[in-house]
C-alpha cells in the first residue's frame, strides 16, 4: 500500500524563509553550483569555458568586483539646481541664435525657390482645389493665423521675461 505525504511540496525558494535555499532540486543545486564555480575560477584567474552559464556569472562576479569609473559627486542634485537657476550658459545662447539664423535662411531661400521656379509647379497645385471642398484655403489659412500668432506670442513673453521659460503656465 502507497502512502502520500499530506504536505505539498515546497518551492526551491520559500518567500515565507527568505534566508533558506533548498538544494533537493537538481535544477537548483546546477544554478548554485554554476554560480559558485564561476566565482572561484574568476578569482584564480582560470581561462574561460565552455560552459555559457558560468561564463555570464563570471561576467557577472567581475563586473561586482571592480567599482563604478565615475561616482556621483555627493552634491550631485545641488549642482544641478545651481545650474539650472543660472539659466544657459553663453553657448546655449549662441546656439540658439544660430539655429533661429538658420531657419530664417532657410525661409529666405523657400521663398526664393519658390519665387524662381514656381512658375512651374504652382498651375500642379490649382488641381489640389478640385480635391478640397468650397472654403478649404480660408479655413488653413486662420489655423495657420492662429498657430503663427499664438508662436509669436509666447516668443514675446519669453523675451520680456514674463512667462514661464518653458512655455508651460506656472500653477
Same mark, same amino acid.
Given at each position: 500500500?502507497?502512502?502520500?505525504?499530506?504536505?505539498?511540496?515546497r518551492?526551491p525558494?520559500?518567500?515565507?524563509? %527568505?534566508g533558506?535555499v533548498?538544494?533537493?532540486?537538481?535544477?537548483v543545486?546546477?544554478?548554485w553550483?554554476?554560480?559558485?564555480?564561476?566565482?572561484?575560477?574568476?578569482?584564480?584567474?582560470?581561462?574561460?569555458?565552455?560552459?555559457?552559464?558560468?561564463?555570464?556569472?563570471?561576467?557577472?562576479?567581475?563586473?561586482?568586483?571592480?567599482?563604478?569609473?565615475?561616482?556621483? %559627486?555627493y552634491d550631485?542634485a545641488?549642482?544641478?539646481?545651481?545650474?539650472?537657476?543660472?539659466?544657459?550658459a553663453?553657448?546655449?545662447r549662441?546656439?540658439g541664435?544660430?539655429l533661429?539664423?538658420?531657419v530664417?535662411?532657410?525661409?529666405?531661400?523657400?521663398?526664393?525657390?519658390?519665387?524662381a521656379?514656381?512658375?512651374?509647379?504652382? %498651375?500642379?497645385g490649382?488641381a489640389?482645389?478640385?480635391?478640397?471642398?468650397?472654403?478649404?484655403g480660408?479655413?488653413?489659412?486662420?489655423v495657420?493665423?492662429?498657430?503663427?500668432?499664438?508662436?509669436?506670442m509666447?516668443g514675446?513673453?519669453?523675451?520680456?521675461?514674463?512667462?514661464?521659460r518653458?512655455?508651460?503656465?506656472?500653477?
Amino acid at each position: 500500500m502507497k502512502t502520500t505525504d499530506p504536505t505539498p511540496p515546497r518551492p526551491p525558494f520559500d518567500p515565507a524563509r %527568505p534566508g533558506e535555499v533548498r538544494f533537493d532540486d537538481p535544477r537548483v543545486r546546477a544554478e548554485w553550483d554554476a554560480q559558485e564555480r564561476a566565482l572561484r575560477e574568476e578569482r584564480l584567474g582560470v581561462p574561460v569555458g565552455d560552459d555559457a552559464r558560468v561564463a555570464e556569472y563570471r561576467l557577472l562576479a567581475r563586473a561586482l568586483r571592480h567599482p563604478p569609473l565615475d561616482a556621483v %559627486p555627493y552634491d550631485f542634485a545641488a549642482q544641478v539646481a545651481r545650474r539650472a537657476a543660472a539659466g544657459p550658459a553663453f553657448d546655449e545662447r549662441l546656439e540658439g541664435w544660430l539655429l533661429r539664423g538658420l531657419v530664417a535662411l532657410f525661409a529666405v531661400a523657400a521663398v526664393a525657390v519658390a519665387g524662381a521656379y514656381g512658375g512651374t509647379w504652382w %498651375p500642379s497645385g490649382d488641381a489640389l482645389g478640385t480635391v478640397l471642398p468650397d472654403g478649404a484655403g480660408t479655413w488653413a489659412s486662420a489655423v495657420i493665423a492662429c498657430v503663427a500668432l499664438s508662436w509669436l506670442m509666447q516668443g514675446l513673453m519669453r523675451q520680456l521675461d514674463a512667462g514661464p521659460r518653458d512655455g508651460a503656465r506656472a500653477a
